[in-house]
């Protein structure tokens, strides 16, 4: 009954080529939640995917309906071995982006798990399926080998992340005593590199809208009307220059964050960003004072997602009678999100852009959290993944993406630490997504040593 004992089993595990039989069972769900027509599906996979796996471990199970009507379900699995122990949170979600399914390459399909070489291909092998997977199975080592977790465990599986939690606040509110926890510890999102482990404490948040100037019911001649009729297209690039200058520097004083303070910078210092797993990155582009690990997690960044005015795909000789840019704020802790677009606005009306209008999106999104990464649970994490995989992890103090951490942090007041275990060339709501098995089976040894350690009786108090 050992530590090492539980890790190996868990290599097993993966060597034996249980874990891709397991993995290929819950991607042939396909649990698209931006598909209004696969809501029966997202039912089907935490009934017939997930809850077997949970109660083979003991655990109890129970599907609740989502608070928002047409949402997907959410499932709380438990095993409360003794009320006197730590309680661990954990979380993940098997829903996936849409599968785009005609751009997979030849010989793909995201619904069936293709094995090549040394990786997984299939829709949700990283996001999220593949990561969850990992972390029950990791559970599971542990009680095979002691007999018990050594600790209670709570665990939920949405179905809705995808198209931003929608209900997962409001259900966590409700059932805030029911969830309550010591910790809370996921996975999700990818390392920094493939071969190291990576932490995360937090999540930039993220606000998408519209920004719309539309000035007549049709389009006119340009031959005819031009030079006398205002041009949309025109007055939004214009509008929209103003919100960033050249290289990209965010010239909106209140969407520039006041928590790039000495110990995040210290903790972002020297951390590996641009390595052969992504696109090489613009030095130019972005704040010109900051680091790019600062730009990346310590800062604020302003993308335009789309734009569209006339009939990009068979112009015409007229002035558009409207032009829409889909424009998006990824933001840190320190950013007040309440004020985002109210400060547009201002933003905009000061530069005689009055009739430039914003209209925000509709669905759920996220706030910016983050936890220090001195802090006790961060400490204990981080020692147990350098014991199990021999490297020192790297830690963020949050995740340049956006998770809905912020339900964790802020509404059940956990500190809350991410274990990601894909990595950053994974194709994640892309084409070809995969999963690579060198990280998956080094995830697996990880978290069954790390669930060994929470058990062992030495967590933070």
């Not at 809501?39 to 109660?55: D, G, N």
């Not at 998006?328 to 309440?338: D, E, I, P, S």
Request: proline share 6%.
């Amino acid at each position: 009954m050992t530590r090492s004992t539980a890790i190996e089993k868990a290599t097993h595990y993966f060597e034996a080529g249980q874990f891709v039989q397991n993995l290929a069972e819950l991607i042939s769900h396909q649990t698209e939640s931006q598909n209004p027509t696969k809501a029966a599906e997202l039912q089907r996979y935490l009934m017939e995917a997930i809850v077997p796996h949970f109660q083979d471990l003991g655990f109890t199970c129970e599907i609740h309906s989502n608070p928002i009507e047409s949402a997907g379900p959410i499932l709380v699995a438990e095993r409360i071995e003794d009320e006197t122990l730590p309680t661990i949170l954990s979380y993940g979600h098997g829903d996936v982006i849409m599968a785009q399914t005609d751009e997979w390459r030849d010989g793909l399909h995201p619904f069936r798990l293709v094995e090549e070489g040394d990786r997984l291909y299939g829709r949700g092998t990283a996001d999220n399926k593949g990561q969850h997977l990992i972390n029950i199975m990791a559970l599971k080592s542990v009680l095979e080998v002691r007999g018990a977790l050594g600790f209670n465990c709570r665990t939920i599986i949405e179905m809705g992340e995808e198209i931003g939690s929608l209900g997962l606040k409001e259900f966590c509110a409700t059932h805030k005593d029911a969830l309550a926890a010591d910790v809370f510890i996921a996975s999700d999102g990818p390392r920094l590199q493939s071969v190291m482990p990576t932490m995360f404490m937090g999540a930039r948040g993220c606000l998408s809208f519209d920004l719309v100037v539309s000035l007549r019911e049709s389009a006119h001649h340009s031959g005819n009307w031009g030079g006398v009729l205002a041009d949309p297209a025109i007055i939004l690039a214009h509008a929209l220059s103003t919100i960033t200058d050249t290289r990209g520097q965010i010239q909106i004083a209140e969407w520039c964050p006041n928590s790039l303070t000495d110990d995040i910078r210290e903790a972002l210092r020297d951390l590996p960003i641009d390595d052969e797993t992504g696109p090489a990155v613009d030095v130019n582009w972005g704040e010109e004072n900051l680091t790019v690990a600062e730009r990346m997690f310590g800062w604020n960044s302003f993308t335009i997602l789309a734009m569209h005015s006339g009939m990009p795909q068979a112009p015409v000789n007229a002035i558009s009678a409207s032009a829409m840019a889909v424009c998006q704020l990824r933001f840190v802790v320190g950013t007040n999100q309440a004020d985002i677009l109210p400060a547009l606005r201002r933003h905009l009306d000061t530069n005689g852009f009055e009739g430039v209008k914003i209209i925000p999106h509709d669905r759920g999104f996220f706030d910016a959290t983050r936890l220090q990464p001195n802090h006790p649970w961060v400490k204990f994490v981080a020692r147990s993944l350098q014991e199990t995989s021999g490297k020192v992890p790297h830690v963020l103090p949050n995740l340049a993406g956006s998770l809905p951490n912020e339900v964790f942090a802020n509404t059940l007041n956990l500190p809350t630490i991410w274990i990601p275990h894909s990595y950053r060339a994974c194709s994640q709501h892309a084409p070809n997504e995969h999963l690579l098995c060198p990280v998956a089976r080094d995830a697996l040894r990880i978290m069954a040593g790390l669930f060994w350690d929470i058990g062992a009786g030495n967590a933070p108090q």
